[in-house]
């Protein structure tokens, strides 16, 4: 190992660029998670309007489920493979 490369054999630009992405990710994790929270509380409160609109309801619980997958989907990106 060189005095430029650090325990895992990265350099340390490429450590840098690799903890920036991370960052990101897990920046844009939060956004995904706050938005999906968001969601929920706007259609709890819908749910109790009776003259709720049914599409805009419908609309809504699919972008949240979108949101699920995409959170889940980046969780397991973060994930370090055990196997390599």
Do not use: C, W
């Amino acid at each position: 190992m060189n005095d430029q490369e650090d325990s895992t054999g990265q350099t340390g630009g490429e450590a840098s660029n690799v903890e920036s992405l991370t960052f990101k990710r897990l920046e844009r994790l939060r956004e995904l998670r706050i938005e999906h929270r968001d969601l929920d509380d706007v259609i709890h409160r819908l749910q109790m309007d009776l003259y709720v609109n049914e599409v805009q309801l419908r609309r809504l619980k699919k972008r949240k489920l979108m949101l699920k997958d995409q959170i889940a989907h980046m969780e397991s990106e973060l994930i370090p493979d055990l196997n390599a």
